[in-house]
């Protein structure tokens, strides 16, 4: 048989025992809940950040080859530039001059047998033409082909002069605007 004594004062012995015990544990419980939600939350967070430190590295990556191609394109654009001034300038230098060798082969191309051409006066603004023809039908096919070759823009009616009429045929006169190197489909 087993006795106990206690050897406590009477004061004590009659007090309940602390419930610290079951308090504790269930302190402890949501501590160790408290610690687990905290140490998932850290590693979310933790990997979150790797995550995004990553996609940083990568943007700035893709911003500096950016940064070169927008570099590039912009050299290029100044060289197109460049190169659209220059041919802007020729093409302005090219509309002032006279397209003399495409009117000389329209009119070479565009006379035809029985016309005989004795004048020709070229400037900036108009070309004369002047000549003997067999036929009426011979200058209206001549002044037809002159204007489907592409080298003039508009025509005047061609004058006859049917009072100077000789043994060679009849003498006509016609006016021509030649057109600039940008109007025709010459060159």
């Known amino acids: 048989m087993r006795v106990k004594f206690d050897l406590r004062p009477e004061n004590v012995k009659n007090v309940p025992p602390p419930k610290t015990r079951k308090i504790g544990l269930l302190m402890l419980c949501i501590f160790m809940v408290f610690g687990a939600v905290i140490l998932y939350a850290g590693g979310c967070m933790l990997s979150d950040y790797r995550k995004l430190s990553d996609n940083v590295n990568d943007l700035t990556s893709r911003i500096r080859s950016l940064n070169i191609i927008k570099d590039r394109l912009t050299a290029e654009l100044k060289a ?6 220059v041919y802007n300038s020729s093409l302005s230098i090219m509309q002032q001059e006279l397209p003399t060798i495409e009117v000389f082969d329209s009119i070479d191309k565009s006379v035809i047998k029985g016309v005989i051409l004795n004048s020709l006066s070229l400037s900036q603004k ?8 067999n036929t009426e039908d011979n200058i209206v096919t001549t002044t037809r082909n002159l204007l489907d070759s592409g080298a003039f823009s508009i025509a005047q009616v061609p004058v006859v ?12 006169s016609l006016s021509l605007v030649p057109l600039s190197i940008g109007e025709s489909g010459l060159r």
Do not use: I
């Open 80 to 85: 197109l530039a460049e190169q659209e001034r």
């Open 126 to 133: 108009e070309l004369k033409l002047g000549g003997v023809a």
């Open 161 to 172: 002069n049917r009072a100077n009429m000789g043994p060679e045929g009849l003498r006509f």
